[in-house]
């Protein structure tokens, strides 16, 4: 039965992925022209996404000119949160949906004024799965952990730690209260994507932000084609 | 572009769901049959289900004879971890698929042993969108959130709170170290669902977990016809 509606299903979605990724494509062209670093951010829900993102807009205040879209299946609350610190925040109410598409992004950018912008958020549906096989033409797409969630989590989401520019490990401040492996964690990383960064830190603390933001701000450097420091 | 990639995609999904609660009606109807409780339980990655069940298997062992399901992208570890409670583990890879269907679930309850047994969990995968929508012939749906998610998950996740028979708050243990507005929680979930307990627990301090198993016990009376004490 399973493999019966897989054959059945495969060709369809493929078609779906081809349609999703020349789209990504026109808005990675655009985005580039615009000298825009765009973030897509995916992490399992509650794994501290907004809280990262309320962090940064707040410490990128009158340095850099961001623009936000968040992804969920219902509310405005995270980007009503988000919009206490930065003026370009666009809701993408997914209903069912369980990850963005690229034609969502293109939408939501259509209404969203890019004047002067450097730095795209887009925050994904929190989910570790779908939204990984979605190219939403992004420059790097970043996937969130958290340590609450425990250490098996890069293993049993082998194709986000795959694919991801940057991998964050959330809530390092609740470390004491806590039992997680972190040599284990990264040694998993490490087999199913060699090269890729670790990058500890805590929204609520403050720990590794700056790293955090030091990787941001060479993210933009180098769309904007300049040297970086 | 997304709304045409939406009408393509609905008869194709419409079919699929079709095939799959056909034989999830067939499974239902075999476990009840059988007199046995079934249970998928729904949680994001790391809200603990595997915990829950591990801290569940060891309090029933001698007095239920339990069955569980383990559905996972990759890897075997949570059937390695259950293994050692429950003689009667099957691992469902679902490689890239982030939800389990009803055709999995019925081949692996093929292979299991299901002589005696009155009880069976389904571990679905760690995703709290996709899994809502797919019977698997369950008795009941519990979905799982955990305090460290955030107070806002139940309202984020209307289609998972108002199918579930069942809600657990689990992580209860680390309330000290967490801001989470319980009432405000509780608020969200009876607006969605308005009959729906929430179970609050700890699978690590064991704090609530005279409460589940009570509910266990009595969902298998009523599948078995019992008086309820």
Redesign the interface.
Known sequence: ?????RT??MP?VG??LE??DD?AAMTRGDLARRGVFAIDLIG???SGKTALLEATLQRLKGRRRPAVLVG????R?DADRLARWCDRVVQISTG?G?HL????V??ALDQTNLEGVDLLFIEN??????PV?FDLGQTAKVGMF?L???D??A?????LVAAADLLLLN?ID?AP?LSFDRAGFEADVHLLNPTVRVLELSAVSGQGLDEWIAWIDRGISAVQGETPE
Chains 1, 2 share one sequence.
Request: hydrophobic share 35%; proline share 4%; aromatic share 2%.
């Open positions: 039965m399973n493999e019966q509606a059945v299903r369809m078609r779906v349609a999703n789209v399992a829900p509650g969920d299946l219902a509310t609350r069912e369980c598409e690229a034609g969502q293109r939408v549906v929190g989910n570790l799965i779908c096989g958290s609450t969630e425990g098996d989590k293993a049993k989401h082998p194709y809530k609740l209260h």
